[in-house]
């Protein structure tokens, strides 16, 4: 079976002249508007590519290509199908020949390519000749876009007196036409400013140094470049972009120390990393080509190290470890400096280092005592007796006089209780015997002290391990509460018991259980080891009575494997239980608690219904008083309710003296016998007056007080209880007293105002609504 091949169709820029609309001929002009045909056969199909032009705009449709296969007889019995991106629109097909055009204005730079798929099917019976097959048409460009530098303007450093030819940077510009046709985005670099200084290379726009330049005489330069497309040619479309070149320095100096000779000190107790001294080294560079290193060379004790100070270019010297006066008390050592970064086109004239000798001395100094050891271990028995040796700790002191030293044991009052030290000599012993139980570790920290001057002291660690021995016999791991059945028969298990032993085992702990002597021959029960640190204990008869024994008492004997083996007997209680052969563990502790009570269980339930009726007598009793307490408190509430009158009326103002009738406020199981009162505006100049020269201490208040409460006392309607009075009373202070027209028991008509004419400027308005309103009602 034949098979389609890979399609590619390819437009081309160039014109192609109209087609007929027949499309089946096409005549060329000239040579622009020519086209090739390239006939190419594969497996099934033939095609033939024909170029077209990017952006061709067109009234009738222009030929691409053909397709055609090679089962074509020509004799019209096949028809060719395209589907596709385009197919029906961009592009169609002559079904009878194969025949491709274009009838649309195309442009690469929106879609470069389109992928179509074409078939071969027989018309009679509309099945296809060959399978499917894609391809794919490609737009070829015109130069229609101008070069650009997207990444301009440019920045750039060289090194000074670079050689000719050192590429400084490199420019590039880019164009939106397609690269892989034609001149369109072909590019050529020119150079417009900055000769005789530097070129560029033409095709690839590095810039490159044309003469050797000192920075100390100019450090920047300002270079100009331009782009052109189509290789430069006539009409070609161009652009510049501005490179600003800077020199930098090179390192053509090397490092110099200011001295030959160095002296420094340190002490001898001195620690690691304590900084000695500095050396320096200048260089006339700048930036990094003034960067070095620093080195440490000669020194065969490697007591000393040397770092940089990379921001003052500085060595510093530093103890790599301890120094020991009595040991080494000078050393001479060679720092050397080199610079970091090295140009090698100067290295001929001269090494770019330097060297220098630093001598250090120790310093005496008096030292702590130093241990033998930082940490020691040792080992005791449990139990060993008090005074028991545990072992020696030793130091000495290094210097030269070698003083003598004092032990002891610090860090916790009670580890001095368990251990302590000789301060002589450093031995350590116990004073009392150690439980490993308790604590199988101890660790201690001992000191040694100068006896000539305390304050020089050092530190060990001791850590102590205290040994095991078999001294704690198996036990049970907690309390077993064991019951049996009355019914229970011969070989019943009723409890499986294990054991445990605070010792440690050099092996694992093995246990071996079996009865005491005492209850081996009438014994009810039996003891069965099960040879993996457990037992079972098993019924040696059947049936049990409670009336007769209530518990046993079962002594087990519990052997371990230590050395020496130690054994411990340990009572197993077993309680008869009322059950048949099951035991229920809730029933038979209940059982268990009132036979221990000596109580039945008819005897228990008298009990709690006898504390039942009591609980609901003394309830009945607490209700009847609080229904009590209710009743009375509801009378008195009855009585404030004869007693107690509230009105809400309010009155009209000054005004207003018809509005409240004082009456309403007597009820009528109340009535107050009226008593005559004085008259009010008497009253009313009388206070004023006096008001004037007296305080709110006077005898008016009291006299007023007084008054009120014989009213009160003599007033036969008043009730038997104590009552609150309230009258309202103005005092000193009060040019107008009380206008009050509640205070008077006679009209606007019986009552006179032109006094209010004497209070002054202040009450003029006052008296003139008072005497005018007299004036209206007579």
């Keep these: 079976m034949n098979c389609f091949a890979l399609l590619s169709l390819m437009l081309m820029l160039v014109q192609l002249c109209p087609c007929s609309p027949s499309m089946q001929n096409c005549s060329t002009q000239n040579t622009d508007q020519s086209f090739t045909a390239v006939r190419r056969v594969k497996r099934g199909w033939v095609w033939e590519p024909l170029f077209a032009t990017e952006e061709q ?125 034609g001149n369109s985005a072909r590019l050529l670099y020119s150079l417009i400013q900055g000769q005789p200084y530097f070129s ?176 020691y271990v040792m080992e005791i028995a449990e139990g060993a007796m008090s005074g028991s040796l545990v072992g020696v700790v030793t130091a000495r002191d290094p210097d030269d006089d070698d003083c003598p030293v004092r032990y002891s044991i610090v860090h916790g009052i009670h580890l001095k209780r368990l251990f302590s030290i000789n301060e002589h000599n450093g031995t350590i012993i116990t004073t009392k015997p150690l439980d490993r139980e308790i604590a199988s570790w101890h660790n201690i920290t001992v000191t040694a002290t100068e006896t000539r001057n305390p304050e020089k002291i050092s530190e060990a660690n001791v850590y102590i391990q205290v040994l095991d021995v078999n001294d704690h016999a198996p036990e049970f791991p907690k309390y077993y509460e064991t019951f049996v059945c009355e019914n229970a028969v011969s070989g019943q298990l009723i409890q499986s018991i294990s054991a445990v032993d605070q010792d440690d085992s050099a092996e694992r702990h093995h246990f071996y259980f079996s009865l005491a002597q005492e209850a081996t021959n009438n014994s009810h029960f039996i003891v069965k080891d099960n040879k993996d640190n457990t037992a079972g204990i098993f019924t040696a008869k059947s049936g049990f009575r409670r009336q007769e024994q209530f518990s046993f008492y079962l002594p087990i004997l519990i052997l371990d494997n230590g050395i020496p083996p130690l054994t411990s007997t340990n009572t197993l209680t077993i309680t008869v239980c009322d059950c048949d052969t099951k035991v229920n563990t809730f029933y038979c502790r209940y059982g268990a608690f009132m036979y221990s ?91 004023y007056r006096q008001s004037l020269q007296v305080g709110p201490d006077s005898a008016i208040f009291r006299q007023f007080i007084s008054e009120k409460l014989e009213e009160a006392n003599t007033d036969p309607s008043a009730p038997p209880y104590d009552s609150l009075q ?12 009380s206008l009050s027209s509640l205070g008077s028991n006679m009209s606007d008509a019986d009552q006179s105002y032109d006094y209010l004419t004497d209070w002054g400027p202040q009450f003029k308005q006052l008296a003139g609504m008072y005497t005018s309103h007299r004036s209206v009602g007579d």
């Design 200 to 375: 560029v290379e033409p095709k690839t726009g590095v810039i490159r140094m044309a003469s050797q330049m000192d920075r100390e005489t100019k450090d920047q330069y300002l270079v100009i470049i331009q782009a052109k497309d189509m290789v430069g040619q006539a009409g070609a479309f161009s652009a510049t972009a501005t490179v600003t070149i800077n020199l930098s320095d090179i390192n053509d100096n090397p490092p110099k120390f200011q001295q030959r000779l160095y002296y420094m000190n340190v002490s001898e107790e001195a620690p690691v990393g304590t900084t000695v001294g500095k050396v320096f080294a200048e260089d006339n560079d700048i930036g990094e080509n003034a960067a070095m290193n620093y080195f440490i060379e000669g020194d065969s004790s490697d007591a000393f190290d040397i770092i940089t100070n990379n921001e003052t270019q500085e060595g510093i010297i530093l103890l790599k470890k301890r120094v020991d006066y009595e040991s080494k008390r000078r050393y001479s050592i060679e720092a050397k400096v080199v610079n970091r970064y090295i140009d090698d086109r100067f290295l001929k004239d001269g090494p770019f280092e330097d060297k220098t000798i630093v001598k250090i001395n120790v310093e005496d100094a008096d030292e702590p005592p130093v241990f033998t050891l930082d940490n």
């Design 726 to 737: 309230t009258y309202a009373f103005e005092g000193t202070g009060s040019l107008a007293g």
């Design 57 to 181: 705009t067109s009234v009738v449709p222009v030929y691409v290509g053909q397709l055609k296969s090679d089962l074509d007889k020509q004799d019209g019995n096949l028809k060719y199908l395209l589907t596709g991106e385009g197919a029906g629109n961009i592009f169609v097909i002559d079904e009878n020949n194969g025949k491709i055009y274009v009838t649309e204005k195309l442009d690469r730079e929106k879609k470069p390519f389109y992928t179509l798929r074409a078939q071969a099917i027989n018309r009679s019976t509309q099945l296809p000749v060959e399978p499917e097959s894609e391809f794919i048409i490609k737009v070829r460009d015109v130069n229609d876009h101008e070069p650009q530098f997207l990444d301009g303007p440019y920045m750039a450093t060289v090194p000074e007196m670079s050689p000719e030819g050192t590429s400084v940077t490199q420019v590039t510009a880019t164009d939106g036409d397609d690269p892989s046709y």
């Design 597 to 687: 009570m000596g109580l039945s269980t008819e005897a228990l339930v008298a009990i709690l219904a006898c504390i039942l009726i009591l609980l609901v007598f003394f309830l009945a009793i607490v209700a009847i008083r609080q229904q009590r307490k209710k009743s009375s408190f509801s009378e008195k509430t009855e009585e404030f309710r004869e007693n107690i009158v509230r009105y809400d009326d309010e009155g009209g103002g000054e005004e207003d003296t018809e509005a409240f009738d004082i009456s309403a406020l007597r009820t009528h199981t109340v009535m107050r016998t009226h008593k005559p009162r004085k008259k009010v505006t008497t009253e009313i100049h009388s206070l």
